[in-house]
């Protein structure tokens, strides 16, 4: 895949490893702080399956590596996600779910589609799992883990690292019993403010600044690996965002920078993906990776969203 990736970019067309599709808007819980939620995508039709199908098929064929399913809660549409990973065994699937609609039987179709992770949303332990996400949220993952676990499926989970529960998160109690639940993937997001009022929660330029060396020593500690997202910014010369590192498909198919930024010039519903990421949009942005590097609210295109809205209205 990197091979193929190497000859569009001779050729001028920049194809990114990481996709990542938000399949639905469609939720089963409320969380405090949704990015979905803010983005108001509920009256927007969601791709039907046909798209959805071509849109990965045509991602394959670009030479994309690892296609990220997010939402909403993805596994409303647990069929087509089991189908198009079945179809493309050579992809890496890495799933972003709640957890909470994983049963026996969607455990026993798992077992024989290897390349689906998935990754369950944590916010700590039982006290800051449950503040965010509901009563006994945090008890019926474990149970879930447990099913996993049974069934000998590889998977981890998702963590909002935030101001507030980050030494919680990244502490030995939390990944003790996490691993003893058999998670061997942890997944940090930094918190980004998509709601007002909850600014506090951004983590502070000294966590924001130590997350890295953090996960660093994590993952020679324990027996999983350790991700934060957007992760070192600095290291990479500015955001991966944009087709750098990975592009984002909205659930009715904008070609967006990323999941915290709404913003697209193209709907892929309307073109090819190949089209899409020739958009003068994205490589506007992919010019000029030095105005967003480290920033204080978790993402740099979230932080500077009026000097995006002014590159989107010119492109």
């Known amino acids: 895949a990197a091979k193929i990736r190497l000859q569009h970019e ?26 979905m939620h803010a983005r108001k995508e509920n009256p927007r039709s969601e791709m039907s399956p046909e798209m959805l199908t071509s849109i990965i098929d045509q991602a394959v064929e670009l030479g994309v590596s ?31 779910t709640n957890g909470l609609m994983i049963d026996e039987q969607m455990v026993d179709t798992l ?8 990754l369950i949303s944590f916010e700590g332990l039982r006290d800051e799992t449950d503040a965010r996400r509901g009563n006994g949220v945090f008890d019926r993952l474990l149970a879930t883990c447990n099913l996993l676990k049974s069934r000998g499926i590889f998977f981890g989970c998702s963590i909002t690292a935030t101001s507030a529960n980050l030494e919680i998160v990244t502490g030995d109690v939390f ?12 997944s940090y997001v930094e918190y980004v403010p998509m709601t007002s009022g909850s600014e506090d929660l951004i983590l502070t330029h000294e966590q924001k600044k130590n997350l890295p060396d953090i996960l660093a020593r994590l993952n020679p500690k324990y027996l999983a690996l350790f991700l934060g997202f957007p992760g070192d910014e600095a290291y990479y010369g500015g955001c991966l965002a944009a087709g750098r590192g ?20 193209a709907n892929l519903t309307e073109m090819p993906l190949k089209e899409g990421l020739k958009s003068q949009f994205l490589q506007r942005l ?9 920033s204080a609210g978790g993402c740099a295109l979230h932080e500077n969203q009026e000097w995006v809205g002014e590159i989107l209205s010119q492109s």
């Open 286 to 294: 992919r010019d000029t990776p030095e105005v967003l590097t480290e």
């Open 175 to 186: 990944i003790r019993q996490m691993t003893d639940a058999h998670i061997r993937v942890f």
């Open 10 to 35: 001779k050729g001028g067309l920049l194809v990114p490893p990481v996709i990542i599709i938000s399949i639905t808007s469609r939720c089963n819980l409320t969380c405090k702080g949704c990015y």
């Open 246 to 265: 990975f592009v984002h498909v909205s659930p009715s198919g904008d070609l967006e920078p990323c999941p915290a930024a709404s913003f697209s010039d």
């Open 111 to 118: 077992t024989s589609c290897r390349n689906i992770v998935p």
């Open 66 to 96: 690892i296609i990220v399913i997010a939402g909403g809660e993805p596994l409303v549409r647990v069929v087509e996600i089991i189908r198009i990973a079945q179809t493309n065994p050579n992809i890496l699937f890495p799933v972003f």
